[in-house]
């Protein structure tokens, strides 16, 4: 345990602020610069999108700033005199991720990030296909492939995605090489210029799909081949799946098409694993458009990156036998069983997290009455019936172990003796953070284990700590892999003490992976320490995490 001592910390529980500043409690909507960030996107996408139609998703902020240019490193276009505090206006659309920045009058207007446009996927209206056959891509002279058993896939702290063993944890390939990650001593203390993630193995190991968020562009490492860039402008949020043999995978694309539900028609692609042309698999409705919620906590900012939301739950998309099973609104709450034919199956609204067994026996949720607490269940994903409920306090996030057979999920108590109230008078406080004063709520975290195929089922508890959550839960044979989000506690704490900066950004939230041992029986009823202390156990990197099984030749970046 000893990898997890500093989780001594506090989490946040809502938005954390109990003394901000007076203008940043109060600071007027920037009606200007939102309206001007809107325009600017749709010159350049050649789009009209405005705050109440857009295909993603968009937010503001006030914050604090350093230097000239409002803390914008590298603008676009606009430049400003160096300042302290700043609006910033975020659009991630279906296209990419845009950002502006204001003075505090409004008189100053940046454009501080536009993505770079890639071959943009797009729906097919009547079906037809919509790309060339994609060749597999060669790999570089002298360059060899290392393969791996039981292979796993990881985000490493330079932020690049790596191919690794379970069973070894040494070395690993690097799949990516232009994620150019770098700390910096603002929140949320890091800057990097792609952003990877959802990570999915195909079913039977030999194939990684991820993707890259700024862009919304998808890729697909083969096992033997350098990993390959397909294409990007796909439907922000949604993950790319594989079919249920691994035969195709699909990815959703964003239409123009209105649905009966005040949504849009958002079409789901097909392609082959090993190239060729796509088809149109299927679509479904979905509600678009959401503002983001504004929350200045480095830690929750961070879980949400994460979980690649910027609200409470990400987006769901699984493929099975009788259609895709998909989020029904931006928010990220409410799933739905749609047909290859477009007709909605069935529908539980309440639903804010998910996840489906690798066989597609059952669908794992956390369900979120309109009152009561929430609670686990395992749902039929044909009807949507619930075939099993468990009334598990605090319940956060869920996973399976590849044989279907364990259900991983993972709580979060609120803790109220850690908590630790943010100095107003600290000096560093409002240098490094976007609002100051923070407070940082404690929670107790765990990682438990319960059988899927066993009749009254008793959780076992795997792991036990502190810090903002535990997700990315997945495990096979002996090994269970799972992400620790820490939070902002032990940062907000030296910050109090006025502590040397090198001290305080040490303290700042990050992401701890690991991988330890889950020995079981039939009913599931002992286990080892997780995570491991030495041998297969320990830190792996920094970010996502998934296990594939299986035994992949990774070829990587040059």
Known sequence: MRYFRRFTYVL????????????????????????????????????????????????????AVQGANLGCANPVSGSAP???????????????????????????FIVCVVPVIQATAQPTLPPQATFQPLPATQAPPNVAAITYTQAIAYINPDGNVYVNSATTLEGGTRLTNDAARVATDRAPFYEQARAYGSLRWSPDGSALLFMEARGNTLYIARSGQPAQMLFGGLANGFPSVWSPDGSEFAYVVATAQPASNGGFIYQVQAQPRNGGSPRVAGSFAFTDGCATDRNPDPAEVIYRREMRAPFESPLALFWTPNGFLHSTGCLGEGIALTDFNGQRLWEQPNVIRSALAPDGSALAVVVRPPSGARYLALLNPTDGSERARYEVADVEQVGWTLDSEIVLYSTAALDPSASVVGDINAPQGSQLLEVWTLDGVSYQIALYALSAVTPNPRPVELFRGSGRAILNLNGFGDNVLFNIVTDSAPLVAAINRDAQRP????????????????????????SLPLPSGGGSGGLVGQGQLTAGGGTFAAVGAP
């Open 503 to 526: 001290e305080i950004l040490q303290n700042a939230p990050t992401v701890l992976s690991a991988v330890g041992g889950l020995a079981r029986q039939a009913v599931l009823d002992s």
């Open 82 to 108: 160096a300042a302290s505090v700043a609006y910033v206006v975020r659009l991630n659309l279906r296209q990419g991720y845009f950002e502006y920045r204001a003075n505090r009058d409004e008189s100053i």
């Open 12 to 63: 946040m529980a809502l938005l954390l602020i109990s003394a901000v500043p007076s203008f940043a409690q109060s600071a007027p909507t920037p009606d200007k610069t939102i309206d001007a960030a809107f325009a600017d996107a749709s010159a350049r996408l050649g789009v009209n999108y405005t705050r109440n139609n857009l295909q993603g998703r968009w937010n503001w902020d006030y914050i």
